[in-house]
């Protein structure tokens, strides 16, 4: 079981999410607890305000650190590996997110606004995660994009027809593309004049060739 604590001011933002498909499954089958907490509830004066204007001027405001500081601190020793996630922080691959599918507990902090206060990522977190060198308007679609590739390879999240040994970035450990795939019909006619086939090899039942030819279509990145 990996659980996922998702801190976060738009929870509603993941209800889809995670009601859809072979997220829901797994909750259900008690591989994947995800838990949202919503930040403010632990904001402290009467405008439950978790943004302020920064110290020395400028434009925007600043995610404060108080309500991150409580929300962790609510979560007592069910808060395991901290990651906020930011455009700053190191770009996320398949790699680190096998590395993360062994952890019990992830937190993941969702922020908004211009930035955080330097003190959440000084002494709040135990790594800063971007998704790719774009900017969003918050961390919460970088949060499903990790509780998505990371859920998937927790064992028997993905069932065996959906087998995930062969697939993009890890065929035989080598850092490879997917081979083409095709499915029924053998000839597809997009109109009178055009006729789509598969590859004959892959209907010749021959196993070996097939292994030949997938291995050179996939390519090397
Ligand atoms: N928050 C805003 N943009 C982001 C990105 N690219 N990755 C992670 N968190 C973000």
Redesign the pocket.
Known sequence: MLTFNILTIFPEMFESFLNTSLIKRAQKKKLLEINLINLRDFTIDKHRSVDDSPFGGGPGMVLKVEPISKALESLGNKKGHVIL???Q?KRFEQKKAKSLSKKKIITLIC?HYEGFDERIRKYLVDEQ???????????EI?ACVLIDSIGRLVKGVVGKRESITEESFDIKGKKLLEYPQYTRPEIFKPNSKREWKVPKVLLSGDHKKVEEWREKHAREV
Request: no cysteine.
């Open positions: 996630l930011t455009p922080g922020g995660i971007s998704i790719g060198d774009y900017v969003l308007t918050g961390g970088p």
